[in-house]
T-cell receptor
């Protein structure tokens, strides 16, 4: 198992609400990437944080936002929830530096259900 | 942007047989290709990866091959076991700028005992 943890495990929200998901990266890693995995599909890239700055973003609207903290843990915030936001949210941590392999290791995910 | 296609979507084999999953990618600048295994309700786990300066990599019963000219890469599992049953995802990533993984749609592998 990786050292990447996520909380909460499951979450149920209603349309229009806001949600915050949390990720603790593996020790020694400085980069966190967030992915959305809808049922039966592959993960889709939301954004990546490197040293507390956004380092790239996928095709997700601005109501998806994030933060990375000095200890490299991260938050994903989603405002104005829609039914289609129901999915498994995965974070992946990696070490982005010099000759590092930059391999991404996933956390267990947060299952978000929007009613 | 990058687009990754994965085939087949489902694959059923008898225990002891080999399984092959194929992926193609669109961005010739992609240079890193990992494979993840995801069991039901669990996180994707890296099982093997390959970089563009290598054509083949093996780890026990698992191997990956890469053809950069044709922009395709494949996962080979030999001597399959029931515990190999899971969904397998291929992915591709570029070397500059946004270092995001673009995933295929997944292959559900069922190994029949």
């Amino acid at each position: 198992e990786t050292g990447v943890t996520q909380s909460p495990t499951h979450l149920i929200k209603t349309r229009g609400q806001q949600v915050t998901l949390r990720c603790s990266s593996q020790s020694g890693h400085n980069t966190v990437s967030w992915y959305q995995q809808a049922l039966g599909q592959g993960p889709q890239f939301i954004f990546q944080y490197y040293r507390e700055e956004e380092n790239g973003r996928g095709n997700f609207p601005p109501r998806f936002s994030g933060l990375q903290f000095p200890n490299y843990s991260s938050e994903l915030n989603v405002n104005a929830l829609e039914l289609d936001d129901s999915a498994l949210y995965l974070c992946a941590s990696s070490l982005l530096a010099g000759r590092s392999t930059d391999t991404q290791y996933f956390g267990p995910g947060t299952r978000l259900t929007v009613l | 942007g990058e687009n990754v296609e994965q085939h087949p979507s489902t694959l059923s084999v008898q225990e002891g047989d080999s399984a092959v999953i194929k992926c193609t990618y669109s961005d010739s600048a992609s240079n890193y290709f990992p494979w993840y295994k995801q069991e039901l309700g669990k996180r994707p786990q890296l099982i093997i990866d390959i970089r563009s300066n290598v054509g083949e990599k093996k780890d026990q019963r698992i191997a990956v091959t890469l053809n950069k000219t044709a922009k395709h890469f494949s996962l080979h599992i030999t001597e399959t076991q029931p515990e190999d049953s899971a969904v397998y995802f291929c992915a591709a990533r570029g070397n500059t700028g946004r270092r995001a993984l673009t995933f295929g749609s997944g292959t559900r592998l069922q190994v029949q005992p």
